[in-house]
């Protein structure tokens, strides 16, 4: 009787232990996915927030009026940002948000002023 309890008590645990790895490792795959997914959602986010501010970036430099609805589209990028970002990523991207907001305020540059203008890289230079 004890070789049968103890035959059956070690099915038992083997059938345990196997379970409990498979679910580790279900698990450990299942935060590896979630990581990627979370780390592809950042990376188009901060892509759209780039093209966002370059676009409204040009348009404060060559306008005096800012274009409100992509200044909107942009804050709303920015305000995703901080949702998902670390504190110095988000506080780089309002600072960048206020330079782009202060350059409507300056005077309007001309095409060929732009070739100079700050943060602004050409083949020539």
Do not use: C
Not at 104 to 124: D, H, S, V
Request: no cysteine; charged share 20%.
């Amino acid at each position: 009787m004890n070789t049968a309890f103890a035959a059956l008590a070690g099915s038992v645990i083997g059938g345990l232990t196997t379970f409990a790895a498979a679910w580790v490792t279900q698990r450990q795959q299942a935060n590896v996915q979630w990581l990627l997914q979370e780390k592809t959602r950042r990376q188009e986010l901060y892509q759209q927030f780039i093209e966002e501010a370059s676009k409204l970036y040009l348009d404060a430099l060559m306008h005096d009026e800012a274009a409100i609805p992509p200044l909107v589209s942009l804050y709303a990028s920015l305000n995703k940002m901080r949702v998902v970002s670390t504190p110095g990523v988000a506080e780089r991207a309002d600072k960048l948000v206020r330079m782009i907001v202060d350059t409507y305020f300056l005077p309007n540059k001309t095409f060929q002023e732009l070739r100079w203008a700050p943060g602004i890289e050409t083949a020539a230079s």
